[in-house]
């Protein structure tokens, strides 16, 4: 649960009240980090409000809400199904389009894999068959660690200049994880 002053502006007066008190939550919290908690996905429900208030000289409303959110909070050992979104020397990054910060290193993919620079994807070599971690492709993970980061605290040496607040790390060295067209029955 969370507590805070929500601001309404006059001009969103028309609105319904818990719209704009619903839009401006959003707007506060929706893909951001509640440190040792998750990313913040959207408001959940209301458990409280008080009566609003108008401060003088400033014509906005002021209205005192308690709420909860629905966040996003991997497990470690938990599986979770995304989107290959790039690759490179260093591993495999996977979406799940809500969150885009899920790492897979070299280590972590099945064995023996390579990166193939010419495509410019990952391949397992399986049965004598090269399989390829294709962009866009459907791959299940295991999340191994869950990295909460404080500002100006870079973790991974290779990302942009800033850093995700939150970061997962996951394998796919296990039978039934990587990429699901693999485990789909011929």
């Known amino acids: 649960e969370i507590e805070d002053v929500i601001r309404v502006d006059p001009n969103e007066f028309g609105i319904p009240l818990y719209d704009a008190l619903e839009c401006k939550v959003n707007r506060g919290y929706c893909n951001k980090i509640l440190p040792g908690t998750g990313l913040c996905v959207s408001l959940w429900d209301w458990k409280s409000k008080q009566e609003d208030r108008l401060m003088h000289g400033d014509g906005a409303s002021y209205t005192r809400v308690v709420f909860s959110l629905l966040v996003f909070s991997p497990e470690i050992g938990s599986i979770l199904a995304g989107k290959i979104l790039a690759s490179d020397q260093n591993g495999i990054r996977i979406s799940l389009d809500c969150f885009t ?6 280590t972590d993919l099945p064995q023996p894999s390579r990166f193939d620079e010419k495509e410019r994807v990952w391949v397992w070599t399986y049965a004598e068959n090269d399989l390829f971690m294709d962009i866009g492709e459907i791959a299940r993970v295991r999340i191994k660690n869950v990295k909460y980061i404080e ?10 200049l800033i850093d995700p607040p939150l970061v997962v790390f996951a394998s796919m060295d296990e039978e039934g994880l990587g990429c699901s067209i693999w485990w789909e029955p011929s």
């Open 101 to 106: 910060h899920i790492y897979v290193s070299p």
């Open 151 to 160: 500002e100006n605290t870079p973790i991974i040496p290779e990302a942009p």
